[in-house]
Each structure stands twice: as C-alpha cells, then as structure tokens.
C-alpha cells in the first residue's frame, strides 16, 4: 500500500485548505484511512478518521472545522480543513488500517505516507 498526502501550503488564519490522500496498490474502500499531525515539538495527534463509507471521527479540536471524506472512484481520502487556526500548523499525514484498531488510535495504523505541511499564519 502506497499513500501519497498532497494539499497542503501557507495560508492565513481563517482559510481552508483541502488535503488529499491518494492510494494506489489497492483497492482503498476496505481500509480504515485517518489523518494525524505532528506540530513541532508536539508528539503525533489524532485529527480525523474515516472506516467504510460514511464511519468518521474527529479531535475534539477540528470537530465542526475538519471534515474527512472519500471517493473510492479515485482510490482518496480527502481532509476538508475551514476556518484553519494558527495551531493546526503541522505536518499532516494520512495513513491506513484493515484491522480493527480504534479509528482515534495511532498506532493502530499500518500503513504511512509522507506528510504534507500545513502552515497557518495569523
């Protein structure tokens, strides 16, 4: 499994942004397939996850903002990202599961892309 995170850049407080992550190897609608950051001198958190179609969760600190859905079409997940926050700055990385693992947990994940970076200035 192959997973390429693309979208991301600098913008301002209050912008959006959408990131995409796009797999190939596979047939991508069986997989559990989260986003996690990782803020500088932060350790790797939870943003949002989404098992089969429809199954989402979020961080408590995107809730409302975020919003994580899939196109089994295009073998992506995609991680729509309003009113963005100078603290969402972050690499952000998809990866994905075919277990069971909760959505929330990280290291339930088995598989990682590389991450894009997001810089929200304020």
């Known amino acids: 499994v192959q997973l390429q995170a693309s979208g991301g850049g600098l913008v301002q407080a209050g912008d959006s942004l959408r990131l995409s992550c796009a797999a190939s190897?596979?047939?991508?609608?069986?997989?559990?397939v989260g986003w996690i950051r990782r803020a500088p001198g932060k350790e790797r958190e939870f943003v949002a996850a989404?098992?089969?179609?429809?199954?989402?969760m979020y961080a408590d600190s995107v809730k409302g903002r975020f919003t994580i859905s899939r196109d089994n079409a295009k073998n992506t997940v995609y991680l729509q990202m309003n009113r963005l926050k100078p603290e969402d700055t972050a690499i952000y990385y998809c990866?994905?599961?075919?277990?069971?693992?909760?959505?929330?947990?990280?290291?339930?994940?088995?598989?990682w892309g590389k991450g894009t970076q997001v810089t929200v200035s304020s």
């Open positions: 190897g596979v047939t991508f609608s069986s997989y559990t």
């Open positions: 990866a994905a599961q075919q277990g069971r693992s909760a959505m929330n947990y990280i290291r339930g994940y088995d598989y």
């Open positions: 989404i098992r089969w179609a429809d199954n989402t």
